[in-house]
């Protein structure tokens, strides 16, 4: 038997163009899973300096270095967007803004405010 070759394709996700909120959920997702490898990361950090000297200078030798730096940044950044994108869920769980000019609104100004709060708190941790 001869396959029809000029039937339809089932459609998949290469033949569309998600829209911003497909993003920012599939993006809660994987920051909520990041910051739950942060987290451990960080009592890492914490337990080590209950230890031995040794291993909290190997630990903020690793956190101080510029790579150290860069994971926490971005740990910052994975943190105010997943408390941010968070809050927007909670609107939406009692009923609000869900039409697709309000979705794609907030979800810009998520993005804005998780990028301008981690920029702020390394500012002022560096002021510190």
């Known amino acids: 038997m001869a396959q029809n070759d000029s039937r339809p394709l089932s459609p998949h996700l290469q033949h569309y163009k998600l829209p911003l909120t497909a993003y920012l959920s599939i993006s809660h997702r994987i920051t909520g899973v990041i910051n739950s490898a942060g987290v ?3 009592v890492l950090l914490i337990a080590s300096a209950a230890g031995s ?3 909290y200078g190997f630990m903020g030798g ?3 270095s510029w790579f150290g730096k860069l994971i926490l940044f ?3 950044l ?3 967007y997943h408390l941010c994108n968070g809050i927007r869920h909670l609107f939406w769980d009692v009923g609000y803004g869900f039409d697709l000019k309000t979705a794609h609104t907030s979800g ?3 993005l804005g405010v998780a990028g301008g709060l981690s920029v702020i ?3 002022v941790a560096a002021a510190s």
Do not use: H, K, R
Request: negative net charge.
């Open 62 to 64: 690793i956190a101080n």
């Open 74 to 76: 971005g740990f910052t």
């Open 40 to 42: 451990v990361l960080l």
């Open 53 to 55: 000297p040794e291993s």
């Open 78 to 80: 994975t943190l105010y």
């Open 121 to 123: 708190t390394w500012i």
């Open 108 to 110: 810009l100004v998520c």
